[in-house]
């Protein structure tokens, strides 16, 4: 499952809602650019735009020492530029509030983009502590300008006169997306009410810098080690080598198994020691639970009812219904029907596929109920007996490059006529990241894509996709985007031979890497990825259909070593199994949307809540506490919600799931795969942002609203076939 961090296109006033953590405000009044001044001058990178092409960031060049001065003069600069336009004495129009907003930030703009970059895949302890430093500056930035009397009376009264003014639909979609972003975030409150929020935001950007420094910490304490290698059996040869060496990096002994961000761990597949899985899957359901420095529950239990609190200052019952405001399912009540009416059938599911991994474990006596732990490594074998599927047979035909290049590059060829060609001029922030410069059909120079695939101590969790340079007619700025992930990286001179699902995760990354690169948007505000939770993941989760597609499939799926496509019989096995596991996939990714709205769906009077039991609570609640289907992510792990911006958003991705099935159905009925497709999802959906109501902008392209009938098929909750 992928974790998006698209950290806004520039820092312009709504951009702000997506970069900055939590809104908090610093209490003191000193100006930024005092301190800012002594440390800040044409030595530092950041003081002009990049030079290098298409304002690509000077790697080579930025240091660690260079990030806080910037950011503190970035602040300042945009804190000049806001009061130039609050205080202007002509009458507020489009242009002199609207569009000069748009037009500010851009020193604040190139110093986060990289060091949200930086922080989420290469960080270190220096980083780490100017994040905790300047993470309730940059809050009480956004406070500044959302919290602006007089900056929102000009913006209120070019709302109440929009119709007036004659503006084409991208101008308008803007200023209305301004004056809600204001009244959202608390323009309208009294001058008291705004204290207090400030006061509010305050302690939430703390705990939200807290929680994420202990997450990174103990996700990497929680890695499982062993000088044993028997411990490791069911290993390939690869595999052990690059525990080997993941413990060598480490410096110590034997082997070591870093933990992904997922309860589950990917390698619990392969391990036949029931102990060593069973060890593996405590490590990562017990790492932030631990009695340690890097626990989080008193960390999450506050951030909850902290926001309660927030919403309730806001006029909201909820932080959920406060946050859902401006989502294309509006109101927390109409998620939750959503996601209710899809867990009875995902749970069936998940329990009929329990009932085939059971019966192979009575099959070899094995003499023990199954657990989280054995789900994976017994639904292989359960995957095996049914459709003859191993990864290790499978995985020889999925080495990277071959698929970034022959697969996920390949599909966007045919689909949107663009084309790729590596550039080693463009400095990277660590030796394992790749640029592309990315070409329009017609030749013409469309962006530049970074990717960044192999895991780290110091990476984040999970797979995001995000910017360097948001795209912009204003501006004139064309995209600078990447994709980050964590697939295990092979010893030196091995392959990098990954599963199916790897392939998966790498076709829904650029899956928003092309709706961050095809946006064709005036207004930095409006462009690419910047759209509400439940609509980011659908460009995502439609593209990983084209994984599977037959064309795109033989063009990729070829043997590492002889360069032979794989073989007609094992290609319809991996389509057959499309849907196999599919119960459980659904019930663990419900689990963890329902926790997440059940923890934001807490009253202000509620009382601090003990997260264990909570969790418990909410899980018998919604019907989805099932013993062998643990949650995707346990509460107090769940960085998604916490610190990732998709707080009462989780339920997204499910969402998401039915408009991208429900597009795929449609290249189904029009021809599937081809250009004129491509060109007219690009030219309707891929290419227009935010730049209009977005249930409006998928209904014109789909000519009908979305359902969930297709989702359904696909996701092997009904009896229909997949095609």
Request: charge should be negative.
């Amino acid at each position: 499952m992928t974790l998006i961090r698209f950290n806004a296109s520039n820092t312009t006033l709504l951009s702000l809602t997506i970069m900055i953590v939590t809104g908090a405000i610093a209490t003191s009044s000193a100006n930024p650019a005092l301190a800012a001044a002594a440390d800040f001058g044409p030595s530092n990178p950041f003081f002009t735009p990049s030079t290098l092409p298409f304002h690509a960031p000077p790697f080579d060049k930025i240091k660690d020492e260079d990030f806080q001065p910037a950011i503190e003069a970035g602040i300042a600069e945009q804190q000049n530029e806001v009061r130039v336009i609050a205080d202007n004495s002509a009458a507020p129009t489009f242009d002199n509030t609207i569009v000069a907003m748009e037009k500010t930030g851009l020193l604040l703009d190139r110093v986060m983009t990289v060091f949200d970059g930086i922080t989420g895949a290469n960080t270190n302890d220096t980083l780490q502590k100017v994040k905790t430093l300047e993470a309730p500056k940059l809050a009480a930035h956004h406070d500044f300008i959302f919290l602006n009397t007089k900056l929102f009376a000009r913006v209120a009264a070019i709302y109440k006169e929009r119709a007036a003014l004659k503006l084409d639909a991208e101008s308008l979609r803007l200023v209305e997306r301004y004056y809600d972003n204001f009244v959202h975030a608390g323009a309208n409150l009294s001058e008291f009410d705004k204290t207090e929020l400030r006061k509010l935001n305050e302690q939430i950007s703390a705990l939200s810098d807290t929680y994420t420094n202990k997450i990174l910490a103990a996700t990497k304490q929680g890695a499982y080690a062993t000088t044993d290698k028997a411990a490791l059996a069911g290993f390939s040869d690869a595999r052990i080598a690059s525990a080997a060496q993941a413990a060598k990096n480490r410096k110590v002994e034997g082997f070591v198994i870093p933990l992904q961000n997922t309860t589950q761990q990917p390698d619990l597949v392969s391990l036949s020691d029931r102990a060593t899985r069973q060890a593996i899957f405590e490590h990562s359901w017990n790492r932030t639970e631990r009695g340690d420095a890097n626990d989080t529950r008193d960390t999450i239990a506050h951030l909850a009812q902290l926001r309660a609190q927030k919403a309730k200052l806001l006029g909201f019952p909820s932080f959920a219904a406060w946050k859902l405001e401006d989502h294309m399912a509006k109101t927390p009540e109409a998620a939750l029907k959503f996601m209710d009416a899809i867990v009875p059938a995902a749970t069936e599911k998940a329990a009929h596929e329990a009932k085939d991994i059971q019966d192979i474990i009575d099959s070899q006596k094995g003499g023990f109920q199954l657990q989280p732990w054995d789900w994976n490594f017994y639904a292989d074998q359960v995957r095996k007996a049914h459709y003859d599927l191993d990864d290790a047979e499978v995985k020889p035909y999925f080495e990277l490059n071959n698929v970034l290049q022959n697969g996920v590059f390949y599909a966007a060829t045919e689909l949107y006529g663009v084309t790729f060609k590596e550039r080693h001029d463009i400095p990277v922030y660590q030796a394992d990241v790749r640029v592309y410069e990315v070409f329009d059909a017609d030749g013409k120079h469309l962006a530049l894509f970074y990717c960044d695939y192999f895991k780290r101590d110091n990476k984040n969790g999970g797979a995001w996709m995000s910017e360097f340079v948001g795209q912009s007619r204003l501006l004139g700025n064309t995209p600078v985007v990447y994709n980050v992930a964590n697939l295990p990286k092979p010893a030196d001179g091995e392959p990098a031979l990954i599963s199916f699902t790897d392939v998966v995760t790498m076709f829904h990354e650029f899956g928003h890497a092309l709706h961050g690169m095809f946006s064709d948007a005036e207004y930095p505000t409006l462009a690419g990825t910047s759209t509400a939770r439940d609509f980011v993941e659908f460009p995502s989760q439609f593209n990983e259909h084209w994984a599977l597609y037959p064309a795109v499939f033989a063009h990729y799926a070829k043997h590492y070593k002889t360069g032979i496509l794989m073989p007609a019989e094992l290609a319809a096995r991996i389509r057959k199994a499309a849907t196999f596991n599919k119960g459980y996939d659904m019930t663990e990714l419900l689990a963890a949307a329902e926790l997440d709205m059940q923890w934001h769906f807490l009253t202000p009077q509620a009382p601090l809540q003990n997260p264990d039991e909570f969790e418990k609570q909410a899980l018998d609640k919604t019907h989805l506490n099932v013993s062998y289907v643990p949650p995707r992510y346990r509460t107090t792990f769940f960085s998604h919600i916490w610190q990732g911006g998709y707080s009462a958003g989780y339920y997204a991705y499910l969402w998401t799931q039915m408009l991208a099935d429900d597009a795929y159905e449609w290249f189904n009925e029009h021809g599937e795969l081809s250009r004129a497709n491509g060109d007219r999802f690009r030219k309707m959906v891929l290419s227009r942002g935010n730049t209009e109501d977005l249930a409006k902008m998928y209904e014109a392209w789909r000519s009908a609203p979305p359902n969930s009938k297709a989702m359904l098929k696909y996701r092997g909750l009904d009896d229909s076939p997949a095609k």
